[in-house]
């Protein structure tokens, strides 16, 4: 059963930058696009970047677009989220979740999800 | 495309049928799953394609529906089911989520 790790969260000041890292366990991790999902303190649940299983296509709303920046490391089995200039409402548990189908295509349902690192923005 | 559920809040007992209602602002066909999450821990998938339940979730959960109007039926509410419950739909980008239903003991 994989595994995913999520870290690199913490308290940040507003206007700098963060990356988050999130680690897979086993050897299939190349072969399933992956996806961030953040929670912001008490609030649902909001998708924030997808990436295909082999790094070549990446998926964001609108509302972070130019500001988070997903990318992986197959070699590593690791998956990051890069986030610049960090507002107050970027405040949330991030989540890395596996893409609920492996291939050429990005299912975009989670079958796995890691614990979360929780961001903190505040000055 | 928005997903409004309802209610956003429930109070059952152990043994209670408890329904969960999902609707889509749009047709989404069966792109529509359910997820699980407790207090302080990560959502866990229960079904995708909007009936196609997850391994390992008991039997006990079903999910149901098509194009805009969904359903997740709890037939026999037990202690390790409080918790809140989201559905998530997959048709188009942005991925979303709808705003959750919280299930608490009477």
């Known amino acids: 059963q994989v595994q995913l790790v999520e870290s690199g969260g913490g308290v940040v000041q507003p206007g700098r930058s963060l990356r988050l890292s999130c680690a897979a366990s086993g050897s299939t991790f190349s072969s399933y696009a992956m996806h961030w999902v953040r929670q912001s303190p008490g609030k649902g649940l909001e998708w924030m970047a997808g990436i295909s299983y082999d790094g070549s296509n990446e998926y964001y709303p609108d509302s972070v677009k130019g500001r988070f920046t997903i990318s992986r490391d197959n070699s590593k089995n690791t998956l990051f989220l890069q986030i610049n200039s960090l507002r107050a409402e970027d405040t949330a548990v991030f989540y890395c979740?596996?893409?609920?189908?492996?291939?050429?295509?990005?299912?975009?349902?989670?079958?796995?999800w890691g614990q979360g690192t929780l961001v903190t923005v505040s000055s | 495309i928005q997903l409004t559920q309802s209610p956003s809040s429930l109070s059952a007992s152990v043994g209670d049928r408890v329904t969960i209602t999902c609707r889509a602002s749009?047709?989404?066909?069966?792109?529509l799953a359910w997820y699980q999450q407790k207090p302080g821990k990560a959502p866990k998938c229960l079904f995708y394609a909007a009936s196609t339940l997850q391994s390992g979730v008991p039997s006990r959960f079903s999910g149901s529906g098509s194009g805009t109007d969904f359903t997740l039926t709890i037939s026999s509410l037990q202690p390790e089911d409080f918790a809140t419950y989201y559905c998530q739909q997959y048709n188009s980008h942005p991925l979303t989520f709808g705003g959750g239903t919280k299930v608490e003991i009477k």
């Open positions: 979740a596996r893409d609920g189908g492996s291939g050429t295509y990005s299912h975009d349902w989670f079958d796995t």
């Open positions: 749009q047709g989404i066909s069966s792109y």
